[in-house]
T-cell receptor
């Protein structure tokens, strides 16, 4: 069964600090990996998307890395802000997108809380 | 980026009534839309895949007669929860993929359904 495991389950950090979230997956064949930010009571918002050939991708203070050999990805948040408090979800697309629907496999998410 | 609008954002209904949720792609055409359900502190769970002009494909365990999906146009899909009961209370999220293909899936802001 294709799975996406995220760690830690939850994390509390002080404002201004950095943090790294982990994602391990067993989805195969693998097309792309995405990181989403989901605020409470809102839909997920895309942060980064990487194909299997990409190792890193940045979006402002968010930097995602991907190691397709070990099937691991990380999301690094730099200089955290209170507004970064949210759930961060790792999502893997299991098939090569040909314009038809392919099911996404969602991780359970990491709940990040940034405090003063 | 592409915008997916979901309406309403929240709804409270009496047990036994039906509720319709709309999902619109505002600036792109989506031949495929996805409906998810999310319980508190859990990941998104795919309910069904909605294909424009054809019947939806439901995931195992999802009652198609209870969760009616209509995808009548390239920009609109609707989910109707029929004869709602308190256990149907949840957060419902749609996503849409651009007709032109690509690897992105754009999510709506979600609908909080409370059945009393």
């Amino acid at each position: 069964k294709n799975q996406v495991e995220q760690s830690p389950q939850s994390l509390i950090i002080l404002e201004g600090k950095n943090c790294t979230l982990q994602c391990n997956y067993t989805v195969s064949p693998f097309s792309n990996l995405r990181w989403y930010k989901q605020d409470t009571g809102r839909g997920p918002v895309s942060l980064t998307i990487m194909t299997f050939s990409e190792n890193t991708k940045s979006n402002g203070r968010y930097t995602a890395t991907l190691d397709a050999d070990t099937k691991q990805s990380s999301l690094h948040i730099t200089a955290s802000q209170l507004s970064d408090s949210a759930s961060y979800i790792c999502v893997v697309s299991p098939t090569v997108n040909t314009g038809t629907a392919s099911k996404l496999t969602f991780g359970t998410g990491t709940r990040l809380q940034v405090t003063l | 980026g592409a915008v997916v609008s979901q309406h309403p954002s929240w709804v409270i209904c009496k047990s036994g009534t039906s509720v319709k949720i709309e999902c619109r792609s505002l600036d792109f055409q989506a031949t495929t839309m996805f409906w998810y359900r999310q319980f508190p502190k859990q990941s998104l769970m795919l309910m069904a895949t909605s294909n424009e002009g054809s019947k939806a494909t439901y995931e195992q365990g999802v009652e198609k007669d209870k969760f009616l999906i209509n995808h009548a146009s390239l920009t609109l899909s609707t989910l109707t929860v029929t004869s709602a009961h308190p256990e149907d209370s949840s957060f419902y999220i749609c996503s849409a993929r651009d007709r032109q293909g690509g690897t992105e899936a754009f999510f709506g802001q979600g609908t909080r359904l409370t059945v009393v």
